[in-house]
């Protein structure tokens, strides 16, 4: 089946049925040109829509909604900011969760130290190989503890 308009819109059907909705899909719709998003509410679509219209279907989990168009806002969100230009820095969505398989290290901000607790030493030291290291390190450990599915 052809997409609409030609091949150049991506119709994707938001359905607890459909494929599960990841960082890997976000940056594989960010690649295309125009999207199509539809949802439905409470008992979802007529079945012809399922069947002629779309070109996929996505869930973003293994739930139901009354209304589909919270999935369509997070799927907006999530694929938006991987185009050029709507993050201050690019480099910033190469390091998110879920970028590189991990989850994202712990974020620290000023003060150095604020009720007792202080930054890790080696975020203050300067030396970017071992801040990297830090990390890298942080990032494992983390999704080893949360999420060891990811590994």
């Known amino acids: ?13 938001m359905s607890p049925s459909g494929r599960a909705f990841n960082q890997a899909v976000a940056r ?4 295309r040109e125009h999207l199509l998003l539809i949802s439905g509410h409470y008992e979802g679509f007529d079945e012809r829509v399922r069947e002629q219209l779309a070109d996929d279907e ?21 694929v938006t900011r991987l185009l050029p230009g709507v993050l201050g820095d690019e480099e ?5 969760s879920f970028s590189d398989g991990l989850l ?7 003060p150095a130290e604020f009720r007792g607790m202080a930054v890790p030493e080696v975020l203050l ?27």
């Open 1 to 13: 089946m052809e997409s609409l308009a030609g091949g150049k819109t991506q119709v994707i059907l």
């Open 104 to 110: 994202e290290h712990p974020q620290y901000t000023r």
């Open 28 to 31: 594989e719709l960010a690649e």
């Open 125 to 151: 030291s300067g030396n970017h190989a071992q801040i990297a290291r830090w990390r890298a390190d942080q990032a494992r450990q983390r999704t080893q503890e949360r999420r060891p599915d990811l590994l």
């Open 58 to 78: 996505l869930s973003i989990g293994d739930y139901v909604l009354t209304n589909g168009s919270r999935a369509v806002v997070v799927i907006i969100d999530a």
């Open 92 to 96: 910033s969505a190469r390091q998110d």
